[in-house]
T-cell receptor
Framework: GENVEQHPSTLSVQEGDSAVIKCTYS??????FPWYKQELGKRPQLIID?????GEKKDQRIAVTLNKTAKHFSLHITETQPEDSAVYFC??????????FGAGTTVTVRA | SAVISQKPSRDICQRGTSLTIQCQVD?????MFWYRQQPGQSLTLIAT?????????ESGFVIDKFPISRPNLTFSTLTVSNMSPEDSSIYLC?????????FGPGTRLTVL
């Protein structure tokens, strides 16, 4: 099945700096890559996604890039704010609409 | 996006007992899923709940332990049977809508 690896496991950044999280996937048939943000005690929330026919997508301070050849995709958060502190999960869609998740990255934004 | 609710939000149960978790969606959805999230861990798919037929389970999960019902396109239940402390986890239902997947608020289960 699909194997999604996510790095780093923890990330501490100064407020205003950028944060980058990287994921790799194993199944070249994967065609959809969402990112979820999970605050403590809350449900995972979809924050951005990208499909395999697109190389980059941006939504305000958040952007995602996809390199199909290398089978990796990344989340970029610019001008980080304290409310960006959370656990972020990448995922890749495999067959029958199932998502395979990365292990998660705990992001801490220092004020 | 669809509004997803789960009941109960949390429970504390004794080992050997069973708990049924309900998931209600405010619109009809084709695909519903059940996930488990152990403390500090990622999300693991338990099964796909199929309307009108048996659920499709992932490797490591079996129907006898996690029976699932899906009587219609807006509702599903997950039962955690014969519980042990290792079943302590958050259980989340999830729906596919418009090609995107959304999660319910989760049920926090503690087994003593």
């Amino acid at each position: 099945g699909e194997n999604v690896e996510q790095h780093p496991s923890t990330l501490s950044v100064q407020e205003g700096d950028s944060a980058v999280i990287k994921c790799t996937y194993s199944d070249s048939a994967s065609n959809y890559f969402p990112w979820y943000k999970q605050e403590l005690g809350k449900r995972p929330q979809l924050i951005i996604d990208i499909r395999s026919n697109v190389g980059e997508k941006k939504d305000q301070r958040i952007a995602v890039t996809l390199n199909k050849t290398a089978k990796h995709f990344s989340l970029h958060i610019t001008e980080t704010q304290p409310e960006d502190s959370a656990v972020y999960f990448c995922a890749a869609r495999i067959q029958r609409n199932k998502l395979s998740f990365g292990a998660g990255t705990t992001v801490t934004v220092r004020a | 996006s669809a509004v997803i609710s789960q009941k109960p939000s949390r429970d504390i149960c004794q080992r050997g007992t069973s708990l049924t978790i309900q998931c209600q969606v405010d619109s009809q959805v084709t695909m519903m899923f059940w996930y488990r999230q152990q403390p500090g861990q990622s999300l693991t798919l338990i099964a796909t709940a199929n309307q009108g037929s048996e659920a499709t389970y992932e490797s490591g999960f079996v129907i006898d332990k996690f029976p699932i019902s899906r009587p219609n396109l807006t509702f599903s239940t997950l039962t955690v049977s014969n519980m042990s402390p290792e079943d302590s986890s958050i259980y989340l239902c999830s729906v596919l809508e418009g090609g995107e997947q959304f999660f319910g608020p989760g049920t926090r289960l503690t087994v003593l």
